[in-house]
């Protein structure tokens, strides 16, 4: 009777899987087809996130597309690693709707790291997080909120997993934390002090790792301040 009941139960188990496969798969590939022949003709898009783009990467200059003072004084502080990176796309492939990608590529590196790091199957974190309606919107524009919040989602995971298992303490996890903050701080004017926050715990937590690793505090207080100020 038991053994049925765990026959039936792996069989439930296996069906739904596959069904949650076969979603993610299909989803995912719409959302491929859309962000790739949909003009993104949001009013964020039309008025700074695309002239911003072709700007920072020469393909149109002042003369080109005139901003009033308030979006110029944006163009010329705001951080506009997003911008850029989307520019960069929009000119490599000739294709204007090529930097709705941005987004859609941030959500899958998320699940990616997901899957590889915490051992997440891909399928289901792609289902939890289209679920989100503000998500699954972001995911096929221009709009730059989708890729620095992932950054900054992983940069979380990473303290929590160098927290949760202390050997995981490798170059690998430290400059996954270190490019995920750059960029989201680089992106996203109020991701900077949260990537700054973030940034001090890890030196915080540096610190008490090599406290207590060798109980040479100095060295620790040195190893970690000069970590924070390359960051």
Same mark, same amino acid.
């Given at each position: 009777?038991l053994?049925g009941v765990?026959?039936r139960?792996?069989r439930a &188990?296996?069906? @739904?899987? $596959?069904?949650?496969v076969?979603?993610? %798969?299909?989803? #995912? +590939?719409?959302? /491929?087809v859309r962000?790739?022949?949909?003009?993104d003709?949001s009013?964020d898009?039309?008025?700074?996130? *695309?002239?911003?783009s072709?700007r920072l990467?020469?393909?149109c &200059? *002042?003369a080109? !597309?005139?901003?009033? %003072?308030l979006?110029e004084?944006?163009?010329?502080s705001f951080?506009?690693a997003?911008?850029? /990176?989307k520019?960069?796309?929009?000119?490599?492939t000739?294709n204007?709707?090529a930097? $709705?990608?941005l %987004?859609? !590529?941030s959500l899958?590196?998320? /699940?990616a790291y997901?899957?590889v790091s915490w051992? =997440?199957?891909?399928?289901?974190?792609?289902?939890? !997080?289209?679920a989100i309606?503000l =998500?699954?919107?972001?995911?096929?524009s221009?709009?730059?909120d #989708?890729?620095p919040n992932v950054?900054?989602?992983?940069?979380?995971l990473?303290? #929590? *997993?160098?927290q949760?298992e202390p050997?995981s303490w +490798?170059?690998?996890? @430290?400059?996954? !934390?270190? +490019?995920?903050?750059?960029?989201?701080a680089?992106a996203k004017?109020?991701l @900077?002090p /949260?990537?700054?926050?973030?940034?001090?715990?890890?030196?915080?937590?540096?610190?008490f790792?090599?406290?207590?690793?060798?109980?040479m505090?100095?060295?620790?207080? #040195?190893i970690?301040?000069?970590?924070?100020v390359v960051?």
């Amino acid at each position: 009777m038991l053994q049925g009941v765990w026959l039936r139960t792996l069989r439930a &188990d296996r069906l @739904l899987t $596959n069904v949650a496969v076969a979603i993610s %798969a299909i989803v #995912l +590939a719409l959302l /491929v087809v859309r962000a790739a022949t949909t003009a993104d003709m949001s009013w964020d898009t039309t008025a700074y996130h *695309k002239p911003f783009s072709a700007r920072l990467v020469g393909m149109c &200059d *002042k003369a080109c !597309f005139t901003m009033d %003072a308030l979006m110029e004084s944006r163009y010329a502080s705001f951080p506009a690693a997003a911008e850029f /990176v989307k520019g960069v796309m929009w000119r490599v492939t000739g294709n204007p709707e090529a930097p $709705n990608f941005l %987004a859609l !590529f941030s959500l899958i590196a998320l /699940v990616a790291y997901l899957q590889v790091s915490w051992r =997440v199957p891909w399928y289901w974190s792609t289902v939890a !997080f289209l679920a989100i309606p503000l =998500v699954q919107a972001h995911a096929t524009s221009e709009y730059v909120d #989708l890729s620095p919040n992932v950054a900054i989602a992983i940069a979380c995971l990473v303290l #929590l *997993k160098l927290q949760l298992e202390p050997e995981s303490w +490798a170059w690998g996890s @430290l400059l996954t !934390f270190g +490019a995920a903050t750059i960029y989201a701080a680089n992106a996203k004017l109020v991701l @900077l002090p /949260v990537s700054g926050i973030l940034c001090a715990v890890l030196g915080v937590m540096f610190l008490f790792r090599e406290h207590r690793r060798g109980g040479m505090f100095r060295r620790a207080a #040195l190893i970690g301040s000069g970590w924070l100020v390359v960051l």
